[in-house]
């Protein structure tokens, strides 16, 4: 017992595991406890068992994978407009100067302008189609993405770059060769972040204007009170969250076995 | 007193005249009148004062000096790495201005490209230089052996210990072949038992490489080990405040140290660091 709570030490990795796996039990347990004996009303909490029959009649009929396909396609797109545009952008704000002068300040400001609030002036710009929902996730991840790259370049370390000018490399050599190769997994790190920020913003895009895609599903079951189906909408995005970062630290060690620390 | 032990060892000794002569020939790298002042709000600080400096082709010449005396943003300025406020420094008869391939550097700091493995590090400089590749499959080879880490060749540097990263950082800088090696407390991090064995193998790549070193170290004892020349410097401002000749074997083994010369020399540039600070460094 007294080797148990010692601060900042290991325990068993199989005890840790048990540990991790009972918490989940636990939280399933008085979940299901809370709905048996009810203590919440159904039409609040639907039980584990009914979200759970509910998401694999959901997988069977195929009715998921519709919605599933467009919000993931939602979240690439506006990932991706917001990683060509952001990472080049935050390797120029992390390297000169001038450039951090110049963009730094203005992309604070933004990065504190809430995008929900944005919503209505992007359906005037760009109508209510596909479009609207990628800006949103666009415009919500650009401003936080900018910074995190440029800090990333930043933590470079300074002698890195001096060895770097010392066997000859020039500007173009130290940015190209030294300073890109050696920030790419923190922003890798960066990057999975941003995905979180992505699909909350695709929630609230879909939430507001959308007639399809997985935060849509969970605001038409609130329209007809079907409780089951907005938890399983909320697990179903909870675990595909899960898998993408999960991937995103995979792929991060095998293309940067060395890289100390970072993702784990 | 300072002044006067100074003297009687540099220039009134008969070895240091002659040696005196053959620098007009054989300079390498020299500085004039250097001087570094940072600027800040309040006033500037005077970080090195008028520093003049000569080092001669194929020689090994250290800097000792207490912490925060400026050997540091020295060896930075011969670098390119730091801005000279007046002064300048020479190498070849061309004025120095920023970094080159002409001055390679060891830190103290692990700076091996993480990403790269050992073969990779020390191939970094020869492809800057797009020299064919089986030139510089012949060089790196050299080097790897040199540092007695062939077998190591495909291993990333998180896989080696702290004083075989800074034999790699060696065999990279030296890989360039540089007209100087500028070294600033490469073992500065390292443990006692690994830093008498980098000394070891430092020396005996000298001995037959016969680079040009500039070496900062506030480890007296290494400096006298390492060199056939140290300077002193004192703190706030940074001048050099002593030019010590080191009359020792060439061929240089950890025993060197318990000798009576040995002792001398050391006890010797003790004394003028110890004269040079103030007070309260005491």
Same mark, same amino acid.
């Given at each position: 017992?007294?080797?148990?709570?010692?601060?900042?030490?290991?325990?068993?990795?199989?005890?840790?595991?048990?540990?991790?796996?009972?918490?989940?039990?636990?939280?399933?347990?008085?979940?299901?406890?809370?709905?048996?004996?009810?203590?919440?009303?159904?039409?609040?909490?639907?039980?584990?068992?009914?979200?759970?029959?509910?998401?694999?009649?959901?997988?069977?009929?195929?009715?998921?994978?519709?919605?599933?396909?467009?919000?993931?396609?939602?979240?690439?797109?506006?990932?991706?407009?917001?990683?060509?545009?952001?990472?080049?952008?935050?390797?120029?704000?992390?390297?000169?100067?001038?450039?951090?002068?110049?963009?730094?300040?203005?992309?604070?400001?933004?990065?504190?302008?809430?995008?929900?609030?944005?919503?209505?002036?992007?359906?005037?710009?760009?109508?209510?189609?596909?479009?609207?929902?990628?800006?949103?996730?666009?415009?919500?991840?650009?401003?936080?993405?900018?910074?995190?790259?440029?800090?990333?370049?930043?933590?470079?370390?300074?002698?890195?770059?001096?060895?770097?000018?010392?066997?000859?490399?020039?500007?173009?050599?130290?940015?190209?060769?030294?300073?890109?190769?050696?920030?790419?997994?923190?922003?890798?790190?960066?990057?999975?972040?941003?995905?979180?920020?992505?699909?909350?913003?695709?929630?609230?895009?879909?939430?507001?204007?959308?007639?399809?895609?997985?935060?849509?599903?969970?605001?038409?079951?609130?329209?007809?009170?079907?409780?089951?189906?907005?938890?399983?909408?909320?697990?179903?995005?909870?675990?595909?969250?899960?898998?993408?970062?999960?991937?995103?630290?995979?792929?991060?060690?095998?293309?940067?076995?060395?890289?100390?620390?970072?993702?784990? | 007193?300072?002044?006067?032990?100074?003297?009687? /060892?540099?220039?009134?000794?008969?070895?240091?005249?002659?040696?005196?002569?053959?620098?007009?020939? #054989?300079?390498?790298?020299?500085?004039?009148?250097?001087?570094?002042?940072?600027?800040?709000?309040?006033?500037?600080?005077?970080?090195?004062?008028?520093?003049?400096?000569?080092?001669?082709?194929?020689?090994?010449?250290?800097?000792?000096?207490?912490?925060?005396?400026?050997?540091?943003?020295?060896?930075?300025?011969?670098?390119?790495?730091?801005?000279?406020?007046?002064?300048?420094?020479?190498?070849?008869?061309?004025?120095?201005?920023?970094?080159?391939?002409?001055?390679?550097?060891?830190?103290?700091?692990?700076?091996?490209?993480?990403?790269?493995?050992?073969?990779?590090?020390? #191939?970094?400089?020869?492809?800057?230089?797009?020299?064919?590749?089986? /030139?510089?499959?012949?060089?790196?080879?050299?080097?790897?052996?040199?540092?007695?880490?062939?077998?190591?060749?495909?291993?990333?540097?998180?896989?080696?210990?702290?004083?075989?990263?800074?034999?790699?950082?060696?065999?990279?800088?030296?890989?360039?072949?540089?007209?100087?090696?500028?070294?600033?407390?490469?073992?500065?991090?390292?443990?006692?038992?690994?830093?008498?064995?980098?000394?070891?193998?430092?020396?005996?790549?000298?001995?037959?490489?016969?680079?040009?070193?500039?070496?900062?170290?506030?480890?007296?004892?290494?400096?006298?080990?390492?060199?056939?020349?140290?300077?002193?410097?004192?703190?706030?401002?940074?001048?050099?405040?002593?030019?010590?000749?080191?009359?020792?074997?060439?061929? #240089?083994?950890?025993?060197?140290?318990?000798?009576?010369?040995?002792?001398?020399? #050391?006890?010797?540039?003790?004394?003028?660091?110890?004269?040079?600070?103030? /007070?309260? /460094?005491?």
């Amino acid at each position: 017992m007294n080797n148990l709570f010692r601060i900042r030490k290991s325990i068993d990795p199989k005890l840790y595991f048990k540990i991790t796996l009972s918490s989940f039990i636990i939280l399933i347990i008085i979940w299901q406890a809370l709905c048996s004996f009810k203590i919440v009303n159904g039409i609040f909490l639907s039980s584990p068992f009914e979200v759970l029959k509910f998401l694999v009649n959901d997988i069977t009929t195929g009715s998921i994978w519709e919605n599933l396909y467009i919000s993931c396609y939602r979240i690439f797109m506006g990932f991706l407009y917001a990683a060509v545009i952001g990472v080049p952008i935050g390797i120029l704000v992390g390297s000169f100067n001038v450039f951090e002068a110049y963009i730094q300040p203005v992309m604070e400001f933004m990065r504190y302008l809430p995008v929900p609030a944005f919503i209505p002036l992007i359906m005037i710009w760009v109508g209510i189609g596909e479009g609207a929902k990628i800006a949103v996730i666009f415009l919500g991840t650009l401003f936080q993405l900018i910074p995190m790259v440029a800090d990333d370049v930043r933590s470079v370390p300074e002698d890195y770059i001096n060895a770097a000018y010392t066997l000859g490399a020039k500007r173009i050599g130290v940015l190209f060769k030294v300073m890109i190769p050696a920030m790419l997994p923190r922003m890798m790190d960066s990057l999975r972040m941003m995905m979180g920020w992505a699909w909350t913003y695709l929630v609230v895009a879909e939430l507001v204007a959308a007639n399809s895609g997985l935060g849509y599903t969970i605001l038409k079951a609130q329209r007809y009170l079907k409780t089951p189906a907005i938890f399983s909408g909320i697990l179903v995005i909870g675990l595909l969250g899960l898998i993408i970062d999960r991937s995103f630290g995979l792929i991060s060690k095998r293309l940067f076995p060395w890289a100390e620390g970072g993702i784990k | 007193m300072m002044l006067f032990k100074k003297k009687q /060892e540099t220039i009134t000794d008969d070895k240091a005249g002659n040696r005196l002569e053959a620098r007009v020939s #054989r300079s390498k790298i020299y500085g004039k009148g250097v001087t570094r002042i940072y600027k800040s709000k309040k006033h500037d600080i005077l970080a090195i004062d008028n520093v003049d400096f000569e080092i001669l082709d194929n020689e090994f010449v250290s800097i000792v000096g207490p912490s925060g005396c400026g050997k540091s943003t020295l060896i930075r300025m011969i670098g390119g790495l730091d801005d000279i406020t007046s002064g300048s420094i020479i190498l070849n008869d061309r004025i120095l201005d920023g970094p080159g391939a002409d001055r390679g550097m060891v830190f103290q700091t692990y700076t091996l490209f993480p990403w790269m493995t050992v073969e990779e590090n020390i #191939r970094f400089g020869l492809k800057i230089k797009k020299m064919p590749v089986k /030139e510089a499959d012949k060089i790196v080879d050299k080097y790897l052996e040199l540092i007695g880490l062939t077998q190591f060749r495909k291993s990333l540097p998180n896989q080696l210990s702290g004083g075989m990263k800074q034999r790699v950082a060696i065999a990279r800088s030296l890989a360039n072949n540089p007209e100087v090696l500028l070294m600033d407390e490469p073992f500065g991090a390292l443990d006692p038992q690994t830093k008498a064995n980098m000394q070891l193998c430092l020396r005996q790549i000298w001995q037959v490489e016969k680079p040009t070193i500039i070496f900062i170290t506030h480890d007296i004892e290494e400096a006298v080990f390492l060199s056939q020349r140290v300077y002193v410097m004192s703190s706030r401002p940074g001048r050099i405040i002593a030019d010590i000749p080191v009359y020792l074997d060439h061929k #240089r083994t950890l025993d060197i140290k318990d000798t009576p010369e040995f002792i001398r020399i #050391r006890k010797n540039i003790n004394t003028i660091l110890h004269s040079g600070l103030d /007070e309260d /460094e005491l």
